[in-house]
């Protein structure tokens, strides 16, 4: 056996075992879960759940408060009574999802070209010419004919419709050197088995909040939104480990 042979042979007993070790948690899973409604993920800091890393964007200079004498406003200040809207990390505000994306594209293209070209010789060169070939090869009149012919034809449309209304409430987990807020929301609901997951993070700036504390999503920079489910009606429409597996290994 061939040290070739004898590598592939590992790949497929490793993929195996992996699919095998994959194929038995899942299974353990579900089965401790025949029953039950799915459950809800513990209400905790957006900071301290896997994967978050503080925003760091370029800032510019701090400019430092500048208060004036005997005055009891404050250079900056957005109102002389107390802001109702969320400024502080810790402070709750209201997105307003609202995306309506449509694309439609047709493209056609067609490309079509002819070409052609005779080569002839008649009287005494002509005949003098075509005696010395064969007959069978070359015709007395025309000694060469050339043509060509060329079509392309191509076409391509696309037609996507997405659309999403619903609101969610964001903490603001960061403020920026320049003021701006850095929002993070999630939001659960269960209907039945069913669980739908909605998450909204971004940078806010202060002065798009409206004086009801809410902000259009469409003014959140560096938007990330995220709208799926999980429970028995998203397992079945997902591929099980195994054929992901293979599908993404396989050559053919």
């Known amino acids: 056996m061939t040290s070739s042979h004898h590598s592939r042979r590992m790949r497929v007993i490793v993929v195996a075992t992996l699919t095998a070790s994959l ?20 209400i905790t800091s957006p900071t301290s759940m896997p994967g978050y890393q503080p925003v760091s964007l370029p800032m510019p200079a701090p400019e430092p408060a500048v208060f ?18 969320a400024a502080r990390v810790g402070d709750i505000l209201t997105v307003e999802i609202l995306v309506t994306d449509r694309a ?32 069978s ?25 997405e659309e999403l209304r619903t609101r969610v409430a964001a903490v603001v987990t960061q403020v920026l050197p320049n003021g701006n807020l850095v929002i993070e929301g999630r939001q ?9 997951d909605l998450i909204v993070a971004g940078v806010v700036r202060p002065e798009d909040i409206s004086a009801g504390n809410i902000i259009d ?21 997902q591929p099980r480990y195994g054929q992901q597996i293979l599908e993404a290994i396989l050559p053919f």
Request: proline letters at 2%; aromatic letters at 4%.
């Open 23 to 42: 194929g038995a948690c899942a299974s353990a899973d579900q089965l401790s879960r025949i029953g039950q409604a799915p459950p809800l993920s513990p």
């Open 68 to 85: 004036n004498s005997n005055s009891l406003w404050r250079a900056g200040s957005r109102a002389f009574f107390k802001d109702q809207r």
């Open 104 to 135: 439609v594209f047709d493209n056609k293209t067609a490309r079509s070209r002819t070409a052609g070209e005779k080569l002839g010789a008649a009287g005494a060169a002509g005949n003098a010419i075509t005696g010395m070939l064969d007959e």
């Open 137 to 161: 090869i070359v015709d007395g009149a025309v000694l060469g004919d050339l043509s060509s012919n060329t079509t392309t034809a191509g076409a391509g449309s696309v037609n996507r419709k």
């Open 188 to 196: 659960e609901i269960r209907v039945n088995y069913e669980v739908r």
């Open 217 to 237: 999503s469409s003014k959140i920079a560096e938007a990330r939104i995220s709208y799926g489910g999980r429970g028995q009606i998203s397992d079945v429409q």
